[in-house]
């Protein structure tokens, strides 16, 4: 059974603060992707990252795959209070779109 | 942009009751995917649909579970007899080709499901 952790599960900081959200596993996964859910809605896509070492970034989101494709890191810079919310990775099975959530990481950026 | 629209939002039963939870994926689609969400917990994968037949599930997805895609745009999750732990968020997503990377899943907004 594949296994995602996320890390930490509750984050609280100021706004214009850095923060960084960790999401680990034993298992190597085909991609693994960040989604961010607010309440009440599915979640949606951030970002998919493919190989080992990548690096994308989406505005003041930085994600970054490990080089051997088990772990993955978000990091925002400058946090502004939108973005508040729920953070998830998932990991892409080889077979295809089958995926494992982690358990989240819920953000607070104060004004 | 084209959405993945779930009903009901939510829907509460009594256990042992049969419910049917639906979903219509994004047109051009052609994969399609089940998954819940109980309260405080992880996103679980439940099953995923292709070419009119199941082609994989999970331990979850036992025999009181069943997929349909009756009209070739409906996509429906059937629970024959609910149990009090079957209550979660159920959510359908779908996406346009096999490999995630290629092509990203769209996830709606969930059914809430309330087994009393």
Redesign the interface.
């Known amino acids: 059974t594949q296994l995602l952790e996320q890390s930490p599960q509750f984050l609280s900081i100021q706004e214009g603060e850095n923060l960084t959200v960790y999401c680990n596993s034993s298992s190597v996964f085909s991609s693994l992707q960040w989604y961010r859910q607010e309440p009440g809605e599915g979640p949606v896509l951030l970002v998919t990252v493919v190989t080992g070492g990548e690096v994308k970034k989406l505005k003041r989101l930085t994600f970054q795959f490990g080089d051997a494709r088990k772990d993955s890191s978000l990091h925002i810079t400058a946090a502004q209070p939108g973005d508040t919310g729920l953070y998830l990775c998932a990991g892409a099975s080889a077979a295809g779109n089958k995926l494992t959530f982690g358990g989240g990481t819920r953000v607070l950026v104060k004004p | 942009e084209p959405e993945?629209t779930q009903t009901p939002s939510h829907q509460v039963t009594q256990m042992g009751q049969e419910v049917i939870l639906r979903c219509v994926p994004i047109s051009n689609h052609l994969?399609f995917?089940w998954?819940r969400q109980i309260l405080g917990?992880?996103?679980?994968?439940l099953v995923?649909f292709y070419n009119n037949e199941i082609?994989?599930k999970s331990e979850i997805f036992d025999d009181q579970f069943s997929v349909e895609r009756p009209d070739g745009s409906n996509f429906t999750l059937k629970i024959r007899s609910t149990k009090l732990e079957d209550s979660a968020m159920y959510?359908c997503?779908s996406?346009r080709e096999?490999?995630?990377?290629n092509s990203?899943?769209?996830?709606?907004?969930?059914t809430r499901l309330t087994v009393t």
């Open positions: 993945v994969y995917y998954y917990q992880k996103v679980e994968f995923s082609s994989e959510f997503a996406t096999s490999r995630s990377y990203p899943l769209h996830f709606g907004n969930g």
